[in-house]
């Protein structure tokens, strides 16, 4: 999954502070023309959509009564326009009532820092529940892997 899937729901975790992440994972270069900003406004309507309809409720109710973070795992430095995007965009994610935080993952050392705060791996697209209890956290440049089956 990735910014240009948006009908998926990229990564969904727990943090040890049991607060459930949903993170996107941008691994797009920042372009002039606002393509890449349309990609992931659209990614962060979806990823509200499914908060504030309840989804996320009924397809992992052990969510339910917790605090959500949105979360953005990109790969280049926004540029300034970006930055612009997303301090907006976190003031409207703010006022759902809804954490959002962004990061670069440029790297397996930033990759393993940020992947610490995760506790609990709660999806994994493509997996059945059974496979997804035995899914082990791993790192694959670019985000394309980041689970094995154990």
Do not use: C
């Amino acid at each position: 999954m990735s910014i240009d899937q948006i009908d998926k729901i990229d990564i969904i975790t727990t943090t040890p502070e049991d607060k459930v992440m949903l993170t996107i994972s941008d691994h797009l270069e920042w372009d002039d023309a606002g393509e890449h900003m349309l990609l992931l406004q659209d990614k962060l309507n979806a990823y509200l959509q499914f908060i504030e309809s309840g989804q996320i409720f009924d397809d992992y109710p052990v969510t339910k009564n917790k605090q959500v973070i949105i979360s953005i795992a990109m790969k280049y430095i926004p540029n300034e326009t970006a930055l612009i995007f997303l301090s907006r965009s976190k003031e409207v994610i703010l006022n759902a009532g809804i954490e959002f935080e962004w990061r670069i993952i440029n790297s397996v050392e930033s990759f393993q820092k940020w992947h610490m705060r995760t506790t609990y791996i709660l999806f994994y697209w493509g997996l059945t529940n059974k496979q997804r209890l035995k899914a082990k956290p791993v790192f694959s440049f670019g985000m394309t892997s980041i689970f094995e089956l154990m």
